[in-house]
């Protein structure tokens, strides 16, 4: 998938998922539906990444991303199932993702002056 490509896609598919969440608060009954399109198109951005050339730390953090995206869609289910527990699956996958895009990927503190 090209990279412009991707890019517009994991941005249309993270508003859809904000979109989705706080629609459900309004109990709208499309909500879950962009919710789920939204997880998965972020999952699918995920997925298609190229890693080949991705050192260790890199591939543990597309990993990170990769679970959270499984874990948006898990939430998507169990909104689907009109359960609460959606908001736990999704503040864990928030976090793995809050927490892979402001770790460091390159060891700048190692090299000495």
Sequence with gaps: ??????????????FLVLAGAVLYLTHWAMAPYL???????????????????LGLREKRLHRFNV?????MICASGLM????KEWVICLVVATILQ?????????????SKP
């Design 1 to 14: 998938m090209n990279t412009r490509v991707r890019s517009i896609l994991f941005t249309l598919a993270a």
């Design 35 to 53: 919710f789920a399109v939204g997880a998965a198109g972020i999952t699918v951005c995920y997925l298609t990444l190229p890693v080949k050339d």
């Design 67 to 71: 679970i959270a995206g499984l874990l």
């Design 80 to 83: 689907f199932d009109g359960r």
């Design 98 to 110: 809050l927490y892979t895009a402001f770790v460091p990927t390159n060891h700048q503190n190692d």
